[in-house]
């Protein structure tokens, strides 16, 4: 890859990430660390090159397959959903378990937050670039695995935080029985094309303590892997 394909000219230069970044400063993502991942992660290169001039702006992007990459402040708010303590700070985990791979956006804005971080998609044409893709990118603590998300890791069980980032229309049972004590699941669940809500889910001593943090737009999460062809 060029240095200056990486680095970004014109519509994807750095004015234009820091247009982005303060617009989701704006709509409340407040962790400094995760904004300068998002300003540091060159989105552009995670869709067709046709599409590059809009990598920064804040919209999902189809990536094929029927697919897309998620939208930035989605990517900001579940990261922070994920990481953020009590008192307001980030933490870091240990273990952490992504379903939905897909280009890989997501978990390249993860990546730094993690020690090992493990990846699931059910595509394998779309998990093959994305490997290459994340490689390119010196991101090397993802394991990733083509299979269908609904039955977790659970050699890699349990882990300190899931991150699901296609809709299922119920909270997947088997994610909840991978979570370590203290562990979140952050989810977006709800019908295709319906009302859709982003849950966190943490696995406490008295149980389970859901919230609901509000309503989003995802591509549904599909039952079985698709090996497939190019
Ligand atoms: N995380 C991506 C968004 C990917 S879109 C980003 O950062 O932009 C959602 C992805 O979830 C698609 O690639 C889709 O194939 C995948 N997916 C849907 N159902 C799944 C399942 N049951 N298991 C694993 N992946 C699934």
Known sequence: MSASRL????????RTRDRLVQRLQQNGITQPEILERIRNVPRHLFVDEALSSRAYEDNALPIGQGQTISQPYVVALMTQALLEDESGGLRTLPKALEIGTGCGYQTAVLS?????????????????????????????????????????????????????????????EKLLEQLAPGGRLVVPVGPDGGEQRLLRITRTDDGLRREDLGGVVFVPMVEGREKGSR
């Open 7 to 14: 680095q970004g000219i014109g519509m994807t230069s750095a």
């Open 112 to 172: 730094p937050f993690v020690r090992q971080l493990f990846s699931i998609e059910r595509l394998a044409p779309l998990l093959s670039d994305t490997r290459d893709r994340l490689r390119a990118l010196r991101v090397g603590n993802v394991r990733f695995r083509n299979d269908d998300g609904f039955g977790g890791w659970p050699g890699q069980a349990p882990f300190d935080g899931i991150i699901v980032t296609a809709a299922p229309d119920q909270v997947p």
